[in-house]
T-cell receptor, first 112, second 111 residues
Framework: GAGVSQTPSNKVTEKGKYVELRCDPI?????LYWYRQSLGQGPEFLIY????????DSGLPNDRFFAVRPEGSVSTLKIQRTERGDSAVYLC??????????FGNGTRLTVT | GENVEQHPSTLSVQEGDSAVIKCTYS??????FPWYKQELGKRPQLIID?????GEKKDQRIAVTLNKTAKHFSLHITETQPEDSAVYFC??????????FGQGTELSVKP
């Protein structure tokens, strides 16, 4: 079946703008994770959903970052007032129960 | 809170040699330990995983060992090949389901 889909694959925005990044998980996967990865670094945990609720949002760096998953499937990561330091690859992953995480190809965000 | 330290950050081996990457962690409640391989510009791909009730797992040239008492786990790659060159990440998941990653090891296999 289809894997985890992330759109857009690339996003260039100006400092101060608002962006939304979308993740469409594997069908039936109840868990959905967002990570941020900078060059040469490991994926940095942001937030994790079980169904519609955020089970752990301890990785969100500040209140400019917010994520939703209103119907327990597609999730949107929202970043307000973007800063140059937000530039990174944003990875989404999904899993079912205790199964391994399956990653999408990521969205490369560049803030100019 | 949870923490995972990965060593070494870079590793260079000759083709055919073995490679070992080690991760240590602090949260004794961690119960799942996957390893991911990431090639340049691509997504992380799971290569092997181990759960806390098992001490060792092997899949062809790849093996993972877990020492729960010492709170460390290691990836072993035998008979390395140039296509094994990539960045490898350890990870762990706590009882709440949160999965965190190590800092990565850049493995270079020289022909």
């Amino acid at each position: 079946g289809a894997g985890v889909s992330q759109t857009p694959s690339n996003k260039v925005t100006e400092k101060g703008k608002y962006v939304e990044l979308r993740c469409d998980p594997i069908s039936g996967h109840t868990a959905l994770y967002w990570y941020r990865q900078s060059l040469g670094q490991g994926p940095e945990f942001l937030i994790y959903f079980q169904g519609t609720g955020a089970a752990d949002d301890s990785g969100l760096p500040n209140d400019r970052f917010f994520a939703v998953r209103p119907e327990g499937s597609v999730s949107t990561l929202k970043i307000q007032r973007t800063e140059r330091g937000d530039s990174a690859v944003y990875l989404c992953a999904s899993s079912q129960g205790n199964s391994p995480l399956h990653f999408g190809n990521g969205t490369r965000l560049t803030v100019t | 809170g949870e923490n995972v330290e990965q060593h070494p950050s870079t590793l260079s081996v000759q083709e055919g040699d073995s490679a070992v990457i080690k991760c240590t962690y602090s949260d004794s409640a961690s119960n799942y330990f996957p390893w991911y391989k990431q090639e340049l510009g691509k997504r992380p791909q799971l290569i092997i995983d181990i759960r806390s009730n098992v001490g060792e797992k092997k899949d062809q040239r790849i093996a993972v060992t877990l020492n729960k008492t010492a709170k460390h786990f290691s990836l072993h790659i035998t008979e390395t090949q140039p296509e094994d060159s990539a960045v490898y990440f350890c990870a762990l998941r706590n009882q709440g389901g949160k999965l965190i990653f190590g800092q990565g090891t850049e493995l270079s296999v020289k022909p």
